[in-house]
C-alpha cells in the first residue's frame, strides 16, 4: 500500500522538494523524515515528537479494525458532475485523477467490520481525495452507513478529515449537510449510536454537519477542527490568531470535543465505548 | 434536468388553471408566478442574468428580515438572548401573529446604516444568534407554532471568537433540532443564502426563494478565490456554480419562487413582502392537519433525497 | 392602601430616615420624594427620572388585572415552623410579624384574573414578607397557581421579587426549587404557558429555580437578577464589579432576559403575550 | 415527624429480617445500616454531633467523585465540554459500566492539592459545569442509561463570570432537564450539598446522603452572617438548620443514610466506595422495568410532596 510516496531514504530534516513544499514524510514537527513502512508501522506518528501524519481512508480501517473484518458497502457509487463544472478543469477530470491517486471511488468509504470483536458500521473519510470534499456521493455513503448500523443495531464510528463542501456541485453540496444531519437523526431515534472521530483537518461542511453530532466526539492530536480555516480568519478580520487557533486542544479547552486520544490509544478508546454503548441491562 | 423542472411546473400550471377560481386574486397570483418560474427555466439564464442576482441579493435596499416583519406579522414579540452568554443581534426571533395564527419567526438581520451595520455584524451570526433561534424554534414546538425562517446572511462569521465558541457544532446543532422539530417549518432564502450560516436554519418542510435571491455554498468571491486563486473571477465563479433562483428549483433545491416586484424587491418593500406573505401562508397551510411525526419523516426524506443521483435512488 | 407608609409632605431631596436609611418614597435615582398616591398613581414608577419603585403584590395585581377581575386561591395557607428555628428571634414571631405589616399569609399570592379580557392566572410575590423569600408554602401555592393553570387551560404569569430561599425552613426551602421546577414542567408537559415577569430584586432561589422557566423571561428595568447578590460576590472574589452588575440590562445584554419593559408598558406586553400564546389554529 | 421517620425505618428492618437471606453478606450490609440509621434517629444528634458532620463533609481527605469513579466504575470515559465556551473541571461527566450495566456519572469534584483546587475551583461549579452534566444527562436519556449523580458541592460560584454566564438559569435547567428524564436518576450527597449547586443535579428518583454529609439551603457561615449576622456563629446556625444526614431522612428530604466506615469515609476510602455501590446498585435496581412516563411521573410527584404541609396535603 501508500505506493504513491515511496521514500527509501531515510534522512532528518530532509530538504524541501521542488516548490518549497516539504516532503510528505518529513514531520512538519520536529523535522524528522520517514520512510514510508516506518510510519505505517506507528500508526503514522512521528516516534520523536508525537505529531500525527495523515492516515489514509484503507490503512485507518486497518489501524482500527479487526484483521479481514471490514466488508466494504456502497464501493461502487461515484459522483456525476451535476453543474457541468468547469474552472481551471473540468470537475469530471478532478474526479478522475482522485480515483486514480487515491484508488477510491469517493473520499468516503464505508462498511461494516469490527473493532476488538464489537462490530460496528465504520464510515472513512480520504483527505487524499479532493481534500475530502464532500459531494453527493460522500452525503449518500455517509447517510447509507447510517441506515447500514441502524438495520444491523450496531454503533456508527465515523472518522472524518475534510476541507468542506465540495464548491463544484454548487448548491447540492450545502445540501448534504441537512442530508447527513437528518441520517444521524434517524440514527438516534432508532436508538443508535455515533462515535465521532475528528482526524486533521475536520472543517467547515463536515464540522458543521454530521461530524459534530456523534454521541462522542473524540478529536486527534494537533487536527484542525474549524468551520473557517486560520487563513480566511486572519485576512478576513487582521485580527493575531491564539495560539493553536481551531486545534483540537484548543477545541477542547472551550468545550468543544471530548477528549483528545492520541492514535496509539484511538483503537482501545473506541472499543471501550463500543463496549459502554452495546452493554445495558443488568 | 431543467425538463424535469419543466414539466413539473407545467403541471402544476395546468392543475391551477383547471381550479374553480375560488380563491380569486389569491390563484391569480399563484398562477402568474408559475408561469414566470417557467419562462425563467426554459429560458436558461445568462452568466449576466446570475450575476445580476447576485448583485439584487446584496442591494443595501433591499427589505431585512425586520422589514417584512413589520409588514407581515401583528403583535410581534421579539425574543432576545440564547440563555448563555450573548444577544446576538445578526439574527432576529420572536413571536407573531400572522395571518392569523400564532408563528415564530427567525432571520438573519443585516444592518442599514453603519452603526447597525456593525451592531448586528453584517448579518454575520455568531454561535449565540443561532442559540437564540434554537431556544425560539424550540418554543415553537412546545407549544405547535409554525417556524418561519427567513435566511439573509453572507455567510459563518470568520472570527476567532465565533470559533472558539464553537460555530461548526452550533449550525450542526441547529439543523438537528430542525430535524426533530414537530411542527411546520417554512423557510424563505430572501437575499444571501449563504453557505453553513444558511443552512442552520434552512432545514425546512418547504424552502422557497426570492426571485433575486441567491443559494450558495460558499462566496462566488470564496469560490473564486480558491479554484481560480483570484477573487476578482467571482462573477465566473458565479456562472459556474449557479446561485439563482432558477437553478436552485431546477436543481430540486427549493420548492418554488417567490416572485418580486419588477426592478427587485427593494424598489417596493411593501408589494414584496406581499408577495412573501402569500407565500408563505400558502406554504404553512400546506401541512395542516399532518401529525407531528409524519411531518418530520417527510422533512428528513425530503433532504435524504435532494439532488440524489439516479444511480443512487 | 399602602396605608403603612404615609408620607405627606412633598419635598425634594428628603433627608434620611433615622440611622441614614433613605426614606422609601425617596428616590434613590435622582432624589425626589413622593407621596404614596402620588407613586401609585404613576405606577410608582419615578417621574423624573424613571425609577422603578418596589411594588407590593396586591398593588402589582392592581395594575395588571383587570378590575375586579381578581380571585385569589389558597388564601388560607399559613407556615408552620418545621424545624423549630430561632435564630435571634424565633422563625413563628418573624411570620406573625410579616403577616401583620402586609396584610398577607405569605410571600406569595396567587389566584385567577384576567388581563385586558385575557384569562390567566396570576402568581405574584411579596418583597415585603420576609424578603419574598420562598419557603414551603410559597413552593405550595406556587405549585398550585401551575395546576389551577393547567386545569383552567390558561397562561400562568407569575411576577417575582426574592431574596431567595427561606433559610428559617433549612433544607425543606431549598427542596422547593425542585417543587416548583416541577411543576413547571407539569405546566409545560400539558401544553400550558408560563410569562415570567421578574421585578427587582429576584435572586438565588427564586431565580434559580421558576422564574427562569418561564416562556418568554421579562425583566422590569434596573431589577438586580442574580444568583449570588453583588456584596457577596465582591467580598468573596475581591473582583471590581462592573457596571451594572447582576441588573436587568446586564441580563438582558449577556443573552438571559428575552426583553426589558418599563412599567407603564407591561400590562400590554402581558396581554399582547396571552394573545399570542392563546391564539392558535388558522 | 422523628416518629414517622423511626416506624418506616422499623418496618423495613422488620421485613429484611424476615427475608431468607439471599443474597448473603449484602443484606446484612443493609440490616446494619438500618440499624444504625434508627439509633440515629431516636438519639436526636447533638449540636455537636451536627457540626462533626459537617467538618467531616468538609474533610479534606475525604474521598471525591473520582475516587468513587475509579473503585466503582469499569470502562470510564470521561466527558468533556459544555459544546459552547468551555470545559469546567468542577463537574465531572462521563460513562461506565456499574455492576455489568452502562450509566451515566456526574458528580461534583473538588482538588486535592493547591494547584487542582484552583483548577477545579474548590468543586464550585461554573454554568458550564452545569452545561455538561445536562449534555452526559441528556444522552444517558437517549440511550436509557441510569444518571448517577454526586453531590459534593459548597454551593454556586458567587463570581463575576459565574453569574454574567447565567448560573440562576443554567441551575433552574438543569432541574428542569432531570424532572424530563425517562431514565432512573440516584442522587448521593457526598460531602456538602450547598444549596442551588447541589440541587441542580439532585433532582433524582432516589436521593441517599452519606452517614457524614451535610445537606442545606446555604452555608452555615453564610447563614450565620445573614441572621445571626456574625459568621463565626456558623456552629449555631448549623444546630438550627439541621443540615445532617439523621435529620435530612427525617425530614423526608432523603431516602436512605449511606453508611460510612467508622470515624468518617476518609478513614477508608474503599470501604466508603463499597457501602456506597452496594447503596447506588440496590437504588437503581428499584427503579428496574418501570416505564420512562412512569417514572418522571413519580420523580415529580416526590418533589410536589416533599415537606409538605399537613394542612397543605
Ligand atoms: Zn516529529
Ligand atoms: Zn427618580
Chains 1, 3 share one sequence.
Request: hydrophobic share 40%; charged share 25%.
Amino acid at each position: 500500500m501508500s505506493e504513491r510516496i515511496d521514500v527509501s531514504i531515510e534522512h532528518r530534516h530532509a530538504p524541501p522538494e521542488d516548490g518549497g513544499r516539504p516532503h510528505p514524510n518529513t514531520c512538519p514537527g520536529c523535522g524528522s523524515h520517514y520512510r514510508d513502512d516506518e510510519l505505517d508501522a506507528n500508526l503514522r506518528v512521528c516516534p520523536q515528537c508525537g505529531h500525527h501524519f495523515p492516515v489514509h481512508a484503507r490503512e485507518r480501517i486497518r489501524q482500527l479494525a479487526d484483521n479481514d473484518s471490514f466488508a466494504e458497502e456502497a464501493a461502487e457509487l461515484r459522483s456525476d458532475d451535476p453543474l457541468d463544472f468547469f474552472d481551471l478543469r473540468p470537475y469530471t477530470e478532478r474526479l478522475a485523477e482522485a480515483e486514480l491517486s487515491t484508488g477510491l471511488g469517493e473520499a468516503m468509504v464505508i462498511g461494516h467490520a469490527a473493532i476488538e470483536e464489537l462490530p460496528c458500521e465504520l464510515a472513512v473519510m480520504e483527505f487524499g481525495f479532493m481534500g475530502g470534499s464532500m459531494g453527493r456521493i460522500v452525503g449518500e455513503k455517509f447517510a447509507r452507513a447510517c441506515e447500514s448500523a441502524t438495520e444491523r443495531g450496531v454503533p456508527l464510528v465515523s472518522v472524518t478529515a475534510s476541507g468542506g463542501a465540495r464548491m463544484q456541485e454548487g448548491i447540492l453540496s450545502l445540501m448534504q449537510l441537512p442530508k447527513t444531519v437528518c441520517a444521524v437523526e434517524d440514527l438516534h431515534d432508532s436508538g443508535g449510536t455515533m462515535i465521532s472521530v475528528m482526524a486533521h483537518p475536520t472543517t467547515a461542511g463536515v464540522l458543521a454537519s454530521f461530524a459534530s453530532l456523534g454521541d462522542v466526539l473524540l478529536a486527534e492530536p494537533g487536527a484542525l477542527l474549524s468551520f473557517t480555516g486560520p487563513r480566511v480568519v486572519q485576512q478576513t478580520t487582521r485580527e493575531k490568531l491564539p495560539d493553536n487557533f481551531g486545534r483540537a486542544e484548543s477545541n477542547y479547552r472551550h468545550g468543544h470535543v471530548d477528549q483528545i486520544v492520541p492514535r496509539p490509544e484511538l483503537r482501545a478508546t473506541v472499543a471501550r465505548l463500543l463496549r459502554l454503548f452495546s452493554s445495558n441491562g443488568a | 434536468m431543467a425538463r424535469e423542472a419543466e414539466l413539473r411546473i407545467r403541471e402544476q400550471l395546468s392543475r391551477l388553471r383547471s381550479l374553480p377560481l375560488l380563491r380569486g386574486a389569491r390563484l391569480e397570483g399563484e398562477l402568474e408566478r408559475l408561469q414566470r418560474q417557467l419562462e425563467r427555466i426554459v429560458a436558461e439564464p445568462s452568466d449576466e442574468e446570475i450575476w445580476r442576482s447576485v448583485e439584487l441579493a446584496r442591494n443595501a435596499d433591499r427589505p431585512y428580515t425586520l422589514d417584512y416583519v413589520e409588514r407581515l406579522l401583528e403583535d410581534w414579540f421579539e425574543l432576545h438572548g440564547d440563555r448563555a452568554h450573548g444577544d446576538d443581534a445578526a439574527v432576529v426571533a420572536g413571536l407573531g401573529r400572522f395571518r392569523g395564527r400564532t408563528v415564530v419567526l427567525v432571520g438573519n438581520q443585516k444592518g442599514r446604516d453603519v452603526k447597525e451595520r456593525t451592531d448586528r455584524n453584517f448579518g454575520m451570526a455568531y454561535p449565540e444568534g443561532y442559540g437564540k433561534a434554537m431556544r425560539a424554534m424550540e418554543l415553537a414546538n412546545r407549544h405547535g407554532f409554525p417556524v418561519i425562517s427567513l435566511v439573509d446572511i453572507p455567510g459563518a462569521y470568520p472570527g476567532v471568537t465565533a470559533e472558539e465558541h464553537g460555530q461548526g457544532g452550533a449550525i450542526a446543532r441547529s439543523q438537528a433540532l430542525m430535524a426533530r422539530l414537530r411542527v411546520p417549518i417554512v423557510t424563505c432564502i430572501i437575499g444571501e443564502g449563504g453557505s453553513g450560516g444558511a443552512i442552520a436554519t434552512a432545514l425546512a418542510d418547504r424552502v422557497l426563494m426570492q426571485e433575486n435571491a441567491i443559494y450558495t455554498v460558499i462566496s462566488p468571491e470564496g469560490c473564486a478565490a480558491i479554484l481560480w486563486r483570484d477573487a476578482g473571477e467571482a462573477q465566473k465563479a458565479a456562472a459556474a456554480f449557479k446561485p439563482d433562483a432558477g437553478h436552485c428549483l431546477e436543481l430540486g433545491v427549493i420548492d418554488a419562487i417567490v416572485a418580486e416586484p419588477d426592478g427587485g424587491a427593494h424598489t417596493n418593500a411593501d408589494e414584496a413582502a406581499r408577495l412573501l406573505g402569500d407565500a408563505l401562508a400558502e406554504s404553512i397551510e400546506l401541512f395542516d392537519g399532518l401529525a407531528g411525526d409524519d411531518l418530520r419523516r417527510q422533512r428528513r426524506v425530503r433532504f435524504r433525497t435532494i439532488g440524489q443521483l439516479s444511480t443512487t435512488a
